[in-house]
């Protein structure tokens, strides 16, 4: 029964995970998770669950093909069924959507299965080691908190079989203090594989709010499926308009900013924080830059391409350029970065429209697994 019960709940646990994937892109356009973080529990709305079971209708209704009627009447037993609006109210309770709770891991799971993302193989994780506690061993002292049962209940009832006071008949198995057994630890260095995520974002005046919001929800769900491959994550802003500057998390999303643009203060300055912090043999590092593609000046993008080349690219798993599309901004910047940039194995660029592009952006961004 036992056994039952738990291949049922199974059962229904992947009929919900199918139904959140079915809604999975509905979930991101609409960025109704993004204020979660870590481990924490999201509750997922999906439309009401039913599990097959048979029904049984009353006696007098007759088997099957029994009864008045022709081919091609209705088979409905209410004269108003499936004649939609013209029903009258019901006290009746109404069918609603169902929440289930989901972790960030199995919501980044479910991304990279509805996505067909490949896992993540990490690089310099043998040069980061943190300390971990490993219980491996026992031994015949210890604190009592970590005395081992099953060592301790073997030891003594070997030994009362070996002394001739075992009872077969009345086993009652009483340790001594020689048949005590305590849980054993040492301390080991455990690979560890770090990553770090540099956010760069064009805030010039053109740059609006909905903008602001695409590179938001689409931020999010790159972290979230970056940090179910990495034991850490160092998260690092940049903004930019003229100037480039460093921020934290909530100025970059919420700053508002106007001017003109100068995308080279922005490498520039990702380039610096990633040669004095994060050697590139130890850290898993991933640009992301957003933009409206509306850049100062031919020679500026020279410029932006020439820093990519030289000191971005040859340290860093990827680099991810996203174009945000603006009433107001030209476009041009993706255009010479395909050009100027092709063949580099390691540049993903994409292009968003609106909200809707946002899921499409994301397999563009991490479909190599890099």
């Known amino acids: 029964m036992s056994l039952r019960i738990h291949n049922d709940h199974n059962r229904f646990k992947d009929i919900v995970r199918g139904r959140i994937k079915q809604n999975l892109k509905e979930y991101i356009k609409k960025g109704e998770f993004i204020t979660k ?31 008045p009627g022709k081919a091609g009447d209705s088979v409905s037993q209410n004269p108003g069924d499936g004649e939609g609006g013209q029903g009258q109210a019901s006290s009746d309770s109404a069918e609603h959507g169902l929440d289930v709770e989901v972790t960030l891991q199995e919501l980044a799971d479910m991304l990279g299965e509805e996505l067909l993302l490949p896992r993540i193989e990490p690089r310099g994780s043998q040069r980061l080691k943190v300390k971990r506690i490993r219980y491996s061993g026992v031994h015949s002292v210890g604190p009592e908190a970590l005395r081992h049962f099953k060592h301790t209940f073997k030891n003594a009832l070997r030994r009362q079989i070996a002394t001739g006071t075992y009872d077969p008949s009345d086993p009652i198995i009483v340790p001594i203090r020689s048949d005590l057994r305590y849980r054993s630890f040492k301390v080991i260095d455990k690979p560890q594989s770090n990553a770090l995520i540099v956010y760069m974002m064009d805030v010039s005046g053109s740059m609006g709010e909905e903008q ?54 922005a490498y520039r300055l990702c380039a610096d924080i990633i040669d004095k912090e994060y050697p590139a043999d130890e850290w898993n590092i991933y640009p992301f830059h957003f933009s409206d593609g509306d850049n100062w000046s031919v020679d500026d993008t020279r410029l932006c391409v020439g820093i990519l080349r030289d000191r971005i690219l040859p340290k860093v798993n990827q680099f991810s350029y996203g174009q945000v599309e603006s009433p107001y901004g030209s476009g041009q910047f993706i255009k010479d970065l395909r050009e100027q940039l092709q063949g ?27």
């Open 344 to 370: 580099q194995s390691k540049v993903a660029l994409s292009e968003i429209k609106d909200k809707d592009g946002i899921y499409k952006s994301i397999k563009d961004f991490l479909s190599e697994g890099r």
């Open 37 to 67: 973080q870590g481990n924490e529990k999201i509750a997922v709305p999906i439309p009401s669950v039913d599990l097959p079971q048979f029904r049984y209708g009353s006696k007098s209704q007759g088997g099957v093909g029994q009864g």
């Open 212 to 265: 602001k919001e695409i590179v938001r929800i689409e931020s999010f769900w790159i972290d979230t499926w970056l940090r179910r491959h990495y034991d850490g994550i160092d998260s690092r802003y940049i903004i930019h308009d003229a100037m480039a500057k460093e921020v934290d998390r909530d100025i970059f999303f919420h700053t508002r900013e106007s001017g003109g643009t100068m995308i080279s203060s």
